[in-house]
């Protein structure tokens, strides 16, 4: 039978950053897939669960092994990686090789975060804006209070946390995000970085009615 971490599906791979995980050289495999459909996403040859490159765990396995002593983390990015059920042997595997393991997420699944919570060294969180404002963004109706829930998670568990939001090309006033930036510093929330909207090629993921919205994938057994 085929262990279930060689079933991670992985359709990119970063093998040196000191961006990705702050203040560690860190390599990054980009996880295939993801829930939501948010209007800027740039990183959109991700978002199925089955895209067009395949890079298998084995070829990450041995890249590793390479790397021991010269990297020092391993970042899951994505698309979103928690979508994955062979996440956690993955994180597993590289943390009994010695590397930090950092996650970059939306948030979309607490309860999978949760129980990644004693694998994780650091992570990167997209809080997008307030919780009632996320289907704007993102499509999907729950998304907002799923992406607060993780962010309350990371908090209580005390883990190195960056929070980041891309700023949509509607916000043109400052004033606009100072309602989310309150609120997280209210939260205890003390590393808030802002990220530039890039745009994007792929056509409105929210359209207007009698328009077709491009499919969203089923997510992954629970992990
Ligand atoms: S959460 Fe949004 S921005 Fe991030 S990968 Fe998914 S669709 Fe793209």
Not at 23 to 45: K, M
Not at 161 to 172: D, F, I, S
Request: net charge neutral.
């Amino acid at each position: 039978m085929t262990p279930l971490v060689q079933s991670l599906r992985i359709g990119g791979l970063t093998p040196l950053t000191t961006l990705d995980y702050p203040g560690e050289l860190a390599a990054v495999i980009f996880c295939q897939g993801c829930p939501w459909r948010c209007r800027y996403c740039h990183n959109t040859h991700l978002l199925s669960p089955e895209g067009r490159e395949r890079i298998p765990w084995s070829q990450v396995r041995a890249f590793l092994r390479g790397r021991v002593g010269l990297l020092d983390a391993l970042v899951f990015s994505g698309g979103e990686p928690t979508l994955q059920a062979a996440l956690p042997a993955a994180m597993r595997e590289a943390k009994a090789m010695g590397f930090k393991i950092g996650l970059h997420t939306a948030g979309p699944y607490p309860d999978r975060l949760r129980r990644l919570l004693p694998l994780l060294d650091w992570v990167g969180l997209d809080i997008k804006t307030l919780p009632a404002d996320y289907p704007t963004i993102t499509g999907a109706p729950d998304s907002g209070a799923r992406a607060w829930e993780s962010l309350a998670l990371l908090l209580e568990a005390g883990i190195a946390l960056q929070v980041r939001t891309t700023v949509p090309p509607h916000w043109r006033d400052p004033e606009d995000l100072q309602p989310l930036t309150d609120r997280l510093a209210a939260l205890g929330v003390g590393n808030h970085i802002l990220q530039t909207c890039r745009p994007t090629p792929i056509p409105d993921p929210h359209p207007a009615a009698g328009e077709t919205a491009s499919p969203l994938p089923a997510a992954a057994s629970a992990a």
